[in-house]
């Protein structure tokens, strides 16, 4: 199970905003940074953040931009932070709190996302100057990883995250989908199944997640039972759910061309896996596509029964294309020593080895640590001169 979208607390309104930082200065031979002063938003700042996001955006609900940050089951307006030039807020982005899942726990995972900057302040090292602000922040207030989903990948790289992310984006006739006799114990949701809709997300996510995002009661309540679309259980025995799918249909071409976009397939048995498939399969008589992103080591290419990439067909010698790669999640470490000694690693794990650090932009994390591998946890120290003639080791940064 791949990293995804989650949920954090309702909003309860702002608390005392900290001091507004001034954005860190450029490196030598770069352009100067604008003087952006960065702070936490405040109650009397959401009409300017509701104008920034439409113009930003370009959407057209001022009332659902204004619920979004005041009322959102993921954050706070806390967790809002807004750049100001000469007094002007011309910039904002949320810090997400969330916690993911990493080899059974929960980590905290501080999520960035719905970055804004008016469109007259752009290519002017706006936002270079409020993401190099808040990964300040965030690795001074105890912050150990940073996630995000991009809009373009190589902007955030120059930040240090890395992609994490590759899933297949399947886009296939159901006819292709696996028959299962399965089939037959998928039926739609009912009201008394969200509660273990729920479970069965978070136990899927413990037992498979690497940085699978953990979901509050809140999220799904607020908006994921809301989403448009179906949802969809299998149920070996009463009461026993074992996987669930969500799809949206879409019937622009008519009844008889229906497409299937499945925003969530999750299946904690073997028999749950093929149920689900084979309920899709089952309706190839009325839909012609099913639309759906795969984790990277997920076989659903050997379960086809044949090459097919409705989205756009390549071919490569003898090879056929059965899918797109996807480009998402991206992760960042804040603190090397604090995240990875969150780490949990196999019990019978043993070994240590040096990692030579380079971070232009958090200077703490550069140089060398001790990373030794005893009793499930990894333990980081500096590596100080001796660090030097280590028989392993890896090197790894941001220039």
Do not use: C
Request: hydrophobic residues 45%; without cysteine; glycine residues 10%.
């Amino acid at each position: 199970m791949s990293a995804a979208r989650a949920a954090a607390g309702g909003a309860r309104g702002a608390a005392r905003a900290p001091r507004p930082r001034r954005a860190e200065r450029t490196g030598a031979g770069e352009p100067p940074a604008p003087a952006l002063d960065v702070r936490a938003a405040l109650r009397a700042d959401v009409d300017a953040l509701v104008e920034l996001s439409l113009r930003a955006y370009r959407v057209s609900s001022a009332e659902a931009r204004r619920e979004f940050y005041t009322d959102h089951p993921r954050f706070e307006l806390k967790d809002v932070r807004v750049g100001e030039l000469a007094g002007e807020l011309v910039a904002s982005l949320v810090l997400y709190p969330f916690q993911a899942y990493v080899r059974g726990e929960r980590l905290g995972v501080t999520g960035i996302g719905s970055v804004a900057v008016s469109p007259e302040h752009r290519r002017r090292g706006v936002a270079d100057a409020l993401l190099r602000s808040v990964l300040h922040e965030m690795r001074e207030r105890g912050d150990a990883w940073s996630l995000l989903y991009p809009f373009r990948g190589d902007f955030y790289r120059r930040f240090g995250w890395g992609l994490v992310e590759t899933p297949t984006l399947l886009s296939v006739p159901p006819s292709l989908l696996p028959a299962s006799d399965q089939a037959r114990r998928v039926r739609r949701a009912r009201i008394s199944d969200r509660t273990l809709v729920q479970a069965l997300y978070e136990r899927v996510a413990k037992e498979r997640g690497h940085f699978t995002l953990a979901r509050r009661p809140a999220w799904w309540e607020r908006r994921l039972w809301g989403y448009e679309g179906e949802w969809l259980v299998y149920e070996r025995a009463r009461g026993e759910v074992e996987g669930y799918l969500q799809l949206q249909v879409d019937s622009a071409d008519g009844p008889w061309k229906l497409v299937l976009t499945v925003n969530e397939f999750v299946a904690s048995t073997p028999e749950a896996h093929r149920g689900l498939a084979g309920y899709l399969h089952g309706l190839r008589d009325q839909a012609v596509e099913v639309v759906m992103a795969a984790p990277a080591d997920a076989p659903w290419t050997a379960e086809l029964a044949d090459a097919a990439n409705l989205r756009g067909e390549m071919k490569l010698g003898v090879l056929r294309s059965a899918g797109h790669a996807g480009y998402g999640a991206m992760l960042r470490v804040l603190d090397v020593r604090a995240a990875l000694e969150q780490l949990p690693v196999a019990e019978s794990a043993r070994g240590e080895l040096v990692l030579e650090v380079r971070d232009a932009m958090l200077p703490a994390n550069a140089g060398a640590w001790h990373v030794e591998a005893r009793e499930g946890r990894l333990r980081v120290r500096p590596a100080g001169a001796a660090g030097r003639d280590a028989r392993a080791r890896l090197d790894v940064g941001i220039d």
